[in-house]
């Protein structure tokens, strides 16, 4: 078997899938039980100053080829997550995903969350249907710049950017995190989305338009990691629409040096890391490919 060994923006894995931030990452219990099913770590649940019930009901759908969520960040708050992550990082490598306003919130976040044991922090520039939060933070480059270099005269542990698709100036955005020192990005966040349900003549989810995820989204964030690795050489983390080895190895083509997996543990099941692991390592043997790192950006060349 080749080893499926992977370093990203100062950490190291021994399995390149990483379970995305909003999915069975909640609790401490359920980011434990996603180590057992081979996730190389597990991303918590976007975490604000303050508790946030998030949006009303509905909030969630399944259209085809995925899903349409407007969760709207529900969290308990960082003082009362403490507790989850003690539980999870005595399992395996947590990263935590914080939102916020501004650098100031982000920085907050971020000492808290590396206090708590993170291996490295997440900012969650991202987020389509948040107001004053995400993406309507994360597609200002001067802003995400400043972000990025207030968290990181904060902590002392790496510091991911996780970017919005819902631009069309993708590898500016990049660039900023990069000049700021950020140490690696993550892409992408769900797309803009809507539905509307006929029947009542009006859009399904409460707050009207939400985020779409799932295998749907996967040709754009294979092109958005493309794209950001002609411009960038911090490492790229991919994610869209992963559900198995192939999914995966088209986002370590393009560019990632690891990913993560949201909507298939969902569709599929937590057990989608196995396969995936499995999957990966038979192509890297028939292939040739003897790391990760090898197979890295290979579409480019
Ligand atoms: C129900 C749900 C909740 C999500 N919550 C968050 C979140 O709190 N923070 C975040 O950065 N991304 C969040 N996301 C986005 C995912 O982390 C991921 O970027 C996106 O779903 C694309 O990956 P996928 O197609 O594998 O799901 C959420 C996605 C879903 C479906």
Same mark, same amino acid.
């Given at each position: 078997?080749?080893?499926?060994?992977t370093?990203i923006?100062?950490?190291?894995?021994?399995k390149?899938?990483?379970?995305?931030?909003?999915?069975?990452?909640e609790t401490?219990?359920?980011?434990?039980r996603?180590?057992?099913?081979?996730?190389g770590?597990?991303?918590?649940?976007?975490?604000?100053l303050?508790?946030?019930?998030?949006?009303?009901?509905?909030?969630? /759908?399944? &259209?085809?080829?995925?899903? &349409?969520?407007?969760?709207?960040?529900?969290?308990?708050?960082?003082?009362?997550f403490?507790?989850?992550m003690?539980?999870?990082?005595?399992?395996?490598k947590?990263?935590?995903?914080?939102?916020?306003?501004?650098?100031?919130?982000?920085?907050?976040?971020?000492?808290?969350?590396?206090?708590?044991?993170?291996?490295?922090?997440?900012?969650?520039?991202?987020?389509?249907h948040?107001?004053?939060?995400?993406?309507?933070?994360?597609?200002?480059?001067?802003?995400?710049?400043?972000?990025?270099?207030a968290?990181?005269?904060?902590?002392?542990?790496?510091?991911?950017?996780?970017?919005?698709?819902?631009t069309?100036?993708?590898?500016?955005?990049g660039?900023?995190v990069?000049?700021?020192?950020?140490?690696?990005?993550?892409?992408?966040n /769900?797309?803009?989305a809507m539905?509307?349900?006929?029947?009542?003549?009006?859009p399904?989810?409460?707050?009207?338009?939400?985020?779409?995820?799932g295998s749907?989204v996967?040709?754009?964030?294979? %092109?958005? &990691?493309?794209?950001? %690795? /002609?411009v960038?050489?911090?490492?790229?983390?991919?994610?869209?629409?992963?559900s198995?080895?192939?999914?995966?190895a088209?986002?370590?083509?393009?560019?990632?040096?690891?990913?993560?997996?949201?909507?298939?543990?969902?569709?599929?099941?937590?057990?989608?890391?196995?396969?995936?692991?499995?999957?990966?390592?038979?192509?890297?043997?028939e292939?040739?490919y003897?790391?990760?790192?090898?197979?890295?950006?290979?579409?480019?060349?």
């Amino acid at each position: 078997m080749v080893s499926l060994k992977t370093s990203i923006g100062g950490i190291d894995l021994d399995k390149p899938g990483m379970v995305a931030s909003g999915i069975m990452d909640e609790t401490g219990p359920s980011m434990v039980r996603m180590f057992s099913c081979g996730a190389g770590a597990v991303v918590s649940k976007s975490v604000g100053l303050e508790p946030n019930a998030g949006h009303a009901n509905p909030c969630f /759908t399944e &259209v085809d080829g995925g899903y &349409v969520n407007a969760m709207g960040l529900p969290n308990p708050g960082i003082e009362l997550f403490r507790e989850e992550m003690e539980t999870a990082t005595r399992a395996g490598k947590v990263v935590g995903s914080i939102y916020g306003a501004g650098p100031e919130d982000f920085s907050m976040l971020a000492g808290k969350m590396e206090d708590y044991g993170a291996c490295a922090v997440e900012l969650n520039l991202s987020c389509p249907h948040a107001k004053g939060y995400g993406m309507e933070v994360g597609t200002d480059p001067s802003m995400v710049k400043e972000i990025v270099s207030a968290v990181k005269s904060a902590v002392s542990i790496p510091v991911w950017a996780k970017l919005t698709p819902n631009t069309h100036i993708l590898p500016s955005i990049g660039m900023a995190v990069q000049e700021a020192g950020g140490d690696a990005v993550v892409a992408i966040n /769900t797309l803009k989305a809507m539905v509307i349900c006929p029947e009542f003549a009006r859009p399904l989810l409460s707050n009207k338009f939400g985020g779409l995820s799932g295998s749907a989204v996967k040709p754009v964030g294979v %092109r958005a &990691v493309y794209d950001l %690795r /002609t411009v960038l050489d911090i490492p790229i983390i991919g994610v869209g629409g992963i559900s198995n080895w192939r999914d995966a190895a088209e986002y370590i083509m393009a560019g990632a040096s690891a990913f993560q997996v949201g909507s298939a543990i969902g569709t599929v099941g937590p057990e989608v890391f196995g396969s995936i692991n499995e999957g990966l390592s038979s192509f890297m043997e028939e292939y040739g490919y003897p790391s990760i790192g090898s197979m890295t950006g290979v579409a480019h060349d």
